[in-house]
């Protein structure tokens, strides 16, 4: 994918992947945490961006997932009002069994939200927000669930998210068989244009894989599918799988294991 605008609507994702990927997800609650050593690094490397000393009365864990950044926001705001949402239902179901002290759970989605108006200042949300159909939508909810002068701490995946297994499936065919995130740029215009302020921060993360197949059981268990509409829509052969798998191998560094980049962008927001 390359660093050009890319408006939101080509890229939305219709009711029914909606749902798809509330089912890929919630699949995936009971054993995510044991894949999920990148996600609780990008938690706490978000998480350090909030404001020393803001009073925090109600905060919501946008996306949260298995509960990881709702336990620390509690132990940061053991007296707020604090609100962990989620698209898949199993997800909050295992959030729920951390029993995380007068924590209100929500199964909604991003884009929806059954929230009311100026209610939050504390919003975190983590890796989750690449999979929001039109970030327009998503930013104008935050703008409108939030107070005044409230923070708003986003993650999410870069272009350069899994640019090794993008060249190596190129080697093969000319299908999308991973999943393509949008430029910094265009979420800082989105988030602008709604009225927040918009700081950001990018962070480049290599982890070590020994072969496609071990990424992909990686993936796999994270819930994190193609999710792309231009996805490849063919049936992928053996034969395929294993001429992508050699290209990705060939990339090995001494110690047998090819490096694979994830680009993370922060966004601190803030409302005026």
């Known amino acids: 994918m390359q660093d050009t605008d890319t408006p939101a609507q080509t890229r939305a994702f219709t009711t029914i992947d909606r749902l798809k990927i ?13 894949h999920a050593d990148l996600q609780r690094q990008v938690a706490d490397e978000l998480l ?15 996306g949260c997932g298995t509960g990881y950044c709702s336990k620390k926001l509690r132990q940061l705001f053991p007296e707020s009002r604090l609100l962990a949402l989620d698209l898949a239902l199993p997800m ?3 959030t729920r069994a951390l029993q995380i002290n007068e924590l209100a759970l ?10 009311a108006n100026d209610l939050f200042d504390l919003v975190v949300s983590n890796l989750s927000m690449q999979w929001c159909a039109n970030y327009a939508v998503f930013f104008s909810e935050l703008l409108r669930i939030t107070r ?19 060249a190596a499936w190129a080697k093969v065919d000319t299908q999308v068989h991973v999943n393509e995130f949008v430029p910094l740029h265009f979420l800082q215009q989105q988030a602008q ?14 982890r070590g894989y020994p072969s496609l197949r071990a990424l992909a059981a990686e993936l796999k268990g994270l819930g994190a599918h193609n999710m792309n509409q231009q996805q490849n829509t063919r049936l992928t052969t053996r ?20 490096a ?12 005026p």
């Open 22 to 34: 509330a089912r890929s997800f919630g699949k995936a609650a009971i054993h995510y945490d044991d």
């Open 148 to 166: 005044s002068g409230s923070s708003v701490l986003l993650s999410t995946f870069g272009p350069q998210t899994l640019r090794e297994v993008r």
């Open 193 to 206: 244009e709604v009225g927040f302020s918009c700081y950001s921060k990018v962070l480049s993360v290599q």
């Open 239 to 258: 034969k395929n799988f294993a001429d992508a798998e050699l290209a990705f191998e060939q990339a090995q560094s001494s110690n047998n294991v090819t």
């Open 92 to 94: 909050l179901q295992t």
């Open 48 to 62: 350090a961006f909030i404001p020393q000393f803001k009073p925090v009365t109600h905060g919501l864990d946008l």
């Open 106 to 115: 929500v199964c909604s989605d991003a884009q929806a939200l059954p929230l």
């Open 260 to 271: 694979v980049t994830y680009e993370i962008f922060f966004l601190h927001l803030q409302k």
